[in-house]
């Protein structure tokens, strides 16, 4: 019922910043919470930050908190990660996922951005 595009991505040195983008379309009606994620070349899929659709109040994942921060902007339906002193580690494909009125759980989930950081 919801489509996520990520945008944004690309390669940075140890230290920049990126700001990565996720617009939703269909049924934004029915969205609770927007997230994002990251997989690594080696890890598993985890969790990073996420934002409460209507008021805004924003969780973080211990690795990314004060270095990430998760925004929205309900008029363009857009949500943001800009993402400050990255890390070597903080590479891989970084994918924005909701929760929604009827979802049980993270779903619709978009194809993702690739971050690349070199040192």
């Known amino acids: 019922q919801v489509r996520m595009e990520e945008s944004g991505g690309g390669e940075v040195q140890t230290g920049g910043s990126l700001r990565l983008s996720c617009v939703a379309s269909?049924?934004?009606?029915?969205?609770?919470?927007v997230g994002w994620f990251r997989q690594g070349p080696r890890t598993e899929r985890e969790f990073l930050a996420d934002i409460n659709w209507r008021d805004g109040r924003s969780t973080y994942a211990d690795s990314v908190k004060g270095r990430f921060t998760i925004s929205r902007d309900n008029a363009k339906n857009m949500v943001y990660l800009q993402m400050d002193n990255l890390r070597p580690e903080d590479a891989g494909l970084y994918s924005c996922?909701?929760?929604?009125?009827?979802?049980?759980?993270?779903?619709?989930w978009g194809q993702g951005t690739q971050v690349t950081v070199s040192s």
């Open positions: 269909g049924y934004t009606h029915s969205i609770l919470i």
């Open positions: 996922a909701v929760q929604t009125i009827t979802s049980t759980g993270w779903t619709d």
